[in-house]
C-alpha cells in the first residue's frame, strides 16, 4: 500500500490540532506525519490500517500513535456515516515546554510507548474528557490535553503495543524544502502579502511547480491550506471574545467579509454568530454531534 506523507495543519498560536470529524465515511489514504496522533473513533466500522498491521475496528476504537507511523482507517462500503475526534501534535513541542517539570517524567514511558502504537480497551471516561477539549478555551487546551495524557497513563494495563517493531519508511518527500514552506506560511499567514508568486520565488520553483509540489503532500491547495488556518483562528476568536463578526474576520486575516462567511459556512455549516452562540451555550457539547 502506498504510504502519502502529509505536513498537518497546526493552528495559528496553538500546540495541538484538535479535530471532530464526520462523514459519510473515512477518506484520508495510508499516510504518515512527524506529529504524534490520538485517534478515538465514535461512530464507523471498517479496517485499521497501522504500519502494515491490519484490523477491523468499531466505535470505541482508540489508538495513540508515534511519529512517523502509517495509519488509515478504511470504512466498510455498507458504513453510512463514520465519526472521530483526533488530536494531533508536535511532541517534542511540548516536551521542551515541560522538560523542568517534574510530572512529565511519568508520561515520558506513554510516549515512549507509542513509538509502536498503543490500541487501548474502552476507557470511559475519556469519551467525556475529549469533546470537553475539543471545546475548551485555548487557554484551557494543553491542561486537559495533559490530563487526558495522565489517564492513558494510569490505564496503561487496558492497552496493548500495535506493532512488535518500529516502522521506518524513507521517505522521498523534500522534508527541508516543506519545512521551510511551513515556516514561511507561520510568520506570514495573516500578511497581505503571502502568495503563491511569492513563496515560489523563494524555492526557486515556478508557480505551477509549486502547486504541484505543496498539493501533492498536503491534499489540499495552497489558497486551501491558508483559508483553513485563518479560519481556526475566527474559531477561537468567536468563542474568546466579543468582538463583532467583522472585527474578527479582519483580525483571521480576511479582507473581504462576504468571503469570510461564505468559507466559513461551507468549513463549520453554520455562520460565525450561530457557531459562537452554540459553542457558548454548551460546556459540554453531545456526545453524537458536538457541533
Same mark, same amino acid.
Given at each position: 500500500?502506498?504510504?502519502?506523507?502529509?505536513?498537518?495543519?497546526?493552528?495559528?498560536?496553538?500546540? @495541538?490540532? !484538535?479535530?471532530? !470529524?464526520?462523514?459519510?465515511?473515512? %477518506?484520508?489514504?495510508?499516510?504518515?506525519?512527524?506529529?504524534?496522533?490520538?485517534?478515538?473513533?465514535?461512530?464507523?466500522?471498517?479496517?485499521?490500517?497501522?504500519?502494515?498491521?491490519?484490523?477491523?475496528?468499531?466505535?470505541? %476504537?482508540?489508538?495513540?500513535?508515534?511519529?512517523?507511523?502509517?495509519?488509515?482507517?478504511?470504512? %466498510?462500503?455498507?458504513?453510512?456515516?463514520?465519526?472521530? !475526534?483526533?488530536?494531533?501534535?508536535?511532541?517534542?513541542?511540548?516536551?521542551?515546554?515541560?522538560?523542568?517539570?517534574?510530572?512529565?517524567? $511519568?508520561?515520558?514511558?506513554?510516549?515512549?510507548?507509542?513509538?509502536?502504537?498503543?490500541?487501548?480497551?474502552?476507557?470511559?471516561?475519556?469519551?467525556?474528557? @475529549?469533546?470537553?477539549?475539543? *471545546?475548551?478555551?485555548? #487557554? =484551557? #487546551?494543553? $491542561? #486537559?490535553?495533559?490530563?487526558? =495524557?495522565?489517564? =492513558?497513563? %494510569?490505564?496503561?494495563?487496558?492497552?496493548?503495543?500495535?506493532?512488535?517493531?518500529?516502522?521506518?519508511?524513507?521517505? #522521498?518527500?523534500?522534508?527541508?524544502?516543506?519545512?521551510?514552506?511551513?515556516?514561511?506560511?507561520?510568520?506570514?499567514?495573516?500578511?497581505?502579502?503571502?502568495?503563491?508568486?511569492?513563496?515560489?520565488?523563494?524555492?526557486?520553483?515556478?508557480?505551477?511547480?509549486?502547486?504541484?509540489?505543496?498539493?501533492?503532500?498536503?491534499? *489540499?491547495?495552497?489558497?486551501?491550506?491558508?483559508?483553513?488556518?485563518?479560519?481556526?483562528?475566527?474559531?477561537?476568536?468567536?468563542?474568546?471574545?466579543?468582538?463583532?463578526?467583522?472585527?474578527?474576520?479582519?483580525?483571521?486575516?480576511?479582507?473581504?467579509?462576504?468571503?469570510?462567511?461564505?468559507?466559513?459556512?461551507?468549513?463549520?455549516?453554520?455562520?460565525?454568530?450561530?457557531?459562537?452562540?452554540?459553542?457558548?451555550?454548551?460546556?459540554?457539547?453531545?456526545?453524537?454531534?458536538?457541533?
Amino acid at each position: 500500500m502506498k504510504i502519502y506523507d502529509e505536513s498537518i495543519l497546526i493552528p495559528y498560536g496553538q500546540t @495541538l490540532n !484538535i479535530k471532530y !470529524i464526520q462523514l459519510q465515511k473515512f %477518506d484520508a489514504p495510508y499516510h504518515q506525519h512527524p506529529e504524534y496522533e490520538l485517534t478515538l473513533i465514535i461512530r464507523g466500522y471498517g479496517t485499521r490500517y497501522i504500519g502494515g498491521q491490519k484490523e477491523p475496528f468499531q466505535p470505541g %476504537d482508540f489508538v495513540l500513535l508515534g511519529s512517523k507511523i502509517p495509519h488509515a482507517w478504511i470504512t %466498510d462500503n455498507n458504513c453510512k456515516i463514520a465519526e472521530a !475526534i483526533v488530536i494531533q501534535w508536535h511532541n517534542n513541542k511540548i516536551a521542551r515546554i515541560l522538560s523542568n517539570v517534574p510530572e512529565w517524567q $511519568v508520561l515520558e514511558s506513554l510516549i515512549e510507548r507509542a513509538q509502536l502504537g498503543l490500541h487501548f480497551s474502552e476507557i470511559q471516561s475519556i469519551l467525556h474528557k @475529549l469533546f470537553e477539549l475539543y *471545546k475548551a478555551p485555548l #487557554r =484551557l #487546551r494543553l $491542561v #486537559r490535553f495533559l490530563e487526558i =495524557l495522565c489517564i =492513558l497513563s %494510569d490505564h496503561s494495563e487496558n492497552s496493548k503495543q500495535i506493532l512488535t517493531h518500529r516502522f521506518i519508511h524513507t521517505s #522521498r518527500k523534500d522534508c527541508r524544502r516543506m519545512a521551510q514552506v511551513l515556516e514561511y506560511i507561520s510568520e506570514n499567514v495573516f500578511n497581505d502579502e503571502i502568495s503563491v508568486t511569492t513563496i515560489s520565488r523563494i524555492l526557486y520553483m515556478t508557480p505551477s511547480a509549486f502547486c504541484h509540489f505543496f498539493k501533492k503532500r498536503t491534499n *489540499k491547495t495552497f489558497i486551501e491550506y491558508i483559508n483553513e488556518i485563518k479560519l481556526s483562528k475566527s474559531t477561537q476568536l468567536l468563542i474568546d471574545s466579543d468582538e463583532k463578526i467583522s472585527v474578527i474576520a479582519f483580525q483571521s486575516g480576511f479582507k473581504n467579509l462576504s468571503n469570510f462567511n461564505r468559507l466559513f459556512i461551507k468549513k463549520y455549516g453554520s455562520s460565525p454568530s450561530n457557531y459562537r452562540n452554540q459553542s457558548k451555550s454548551a460546556m459540554i457539547p453531545n456526545e453524537t454531534n458536538p457541533k
